[in-house]
């Protein structure tokens, strides 16, 4: 299996230094000007701009910039990204040079009617240079840069941000299915143009998903006498071995009163990985609800993923997080935020950089793990999926993850209002049975 390139660009160490106000005639010392808190607004080409907040440090007109080892951005660039950066710029076209813009507010992150919130005290625009990222890591920035004008003679002098911008390699593997995890399809391996099989996926169900239990005549079809149980996906190589399954073990059902899924009650997952002798043992969890969109916001597919590792008697956060249930979007495990940010810009290889994994509380995981793009309600999903190269050893491991994919996708149907329908491939009475 070969990867395809991706770099991500972190951004991290911020502090802002702001000019201490003179002092007022028989005054005694200066009065800092902001005593409010202050955030950064990120932005790396078109990517979503990210909003972190940005720590104080005193104006003592030092050239060294702090290493407080925190991680405030990160922006994962695919192949497709870098050769948008890279591309000559035209009339027709933005495309150039990279540049990391960044906005500086006083008051705390957050926006208001889509406006973002607090007093602007000014930008700067980091132009960086990606070429070669794809190969080595390189610090891009690392220093103080002035997000302001100096007033005059005998104003104070300009506010100034001090940051770490670093690239680095982060080649993944590529999946996508070629067709709805329900309708039971390949799974192909993407590498720029080539696309080759490298699974098939069994859609199971072990009874029909949205039968009534016995007994119950509810009014309508969001009744609490509905639920959806018993769905599987069995992932097999090319020789028809089962090499990863994602099994729904804990119904999804609507809270009552309602017909919805609710994070108090949610449906989950064990993704499962092959033990011998035709076993299977637990890898990891994935509990799935629906969470309720506010004011002009629509609903949004709640989750949270734990790890199984062995000889642990607890299970692992690894995400929680949601995605729109209308537009859909990524499900993600990303790690990188928690390490630390070394000296040199490099994220630390251990909690303290190190090297020393022994107190590391998440295994063999750290920075990008993976992601799967799914589709809102109603849509066809085909699911991309996204690995890191270091956590896939063998290809029982990117089955796992393709298995996991499958489940989220599944997920944002089971979490459908119970008013709601489900599709042929997933109600019907002659669905596939699990044996």
Known sequence: MDPCPFVRVLVGNLALRMPVAPPAAGAGAGVHPSTSPCHCKIRLGKMPAQLVPAPLA?????????????????FHLSKADLEWFNGKPSLFSSRGEACLKVAVYAGRKGSTCGVSSGRLLGKATIPLDLKGAEAKPAVLHSGWISIGKRGGKG????????????????????????????????????????????????????????????????????????????????????????????????????????????????????????????????????????????????????????????????AVPLADSSIPSSKGGKFAIDLTAAQPLSRGGTPGCSPRG???????????????????????????????????????????????????????DLSMDACRLFSHRLRKELSHPQADLLR
């Open 58 to 74: 005193p104006f003592d007109g030092g050239e060294q910039a702090p290493a407080s080892g925190a991680l405030a951005a990160a």
């Open 354 to 408: 190190s090297g020393d994994f022994s107190n590391w509380p998440l295994g063999n995981y750290r920075g990008f793990v993976m992601s799967a793009a799914v589709q809102g309600e109603g849509r066809c999903s085909k699911p991309t999926v996204e690995v890191g190269v270091a956590h896939i050893g063998c290809a029982e491991d990117a089955a796992a993850f393709v298995a996991l994919a499958a489940a989220v």
């Open 155 to 314: 104003s104070p002098a300009a506010a100034e941000l001090s940051l770490t911008v670093r690239a680095e390699p982060d080649p993944r593997f590529v999946f996508e299915f070629d067709g709805e995890p329900e309708c039971s399809p390949q799974v192909l391996q993407v590498r720029g143009s080539m696309k080759q099989p490298m699974f098939t996926c069994k859609f199971g169900c072990r009874s029909n998903s949205d039968l009534r239990r016995p007994g119950m005549q509810p009014e309508r079809e969001g009744a609490s006498g509905k639920e959806r149980k018993g769905w599987s996906v069995t992932v097999h190589d090319l020789s028809g071995s089962p090499v990863a399954m994602a099994s729904m073990v804990t119904p999804f059902v609507p809270s009552p009163g309602t017909d919805r899924v609710s994070r108090s009650n949610p449906g989950a997952w064990l993704i499962l990985r092959p033990a011998g002798d035709g076993a299977w043992e637990p890898w990891a969890r994935l509990e799935c609800w629906r969470e309720r969109g506010g004011a002009g916001a629509s609903d949004s597919l709640g989750y949270r993923f734990d790890l199984l590792l062995p000889g642990v008697d607890h």
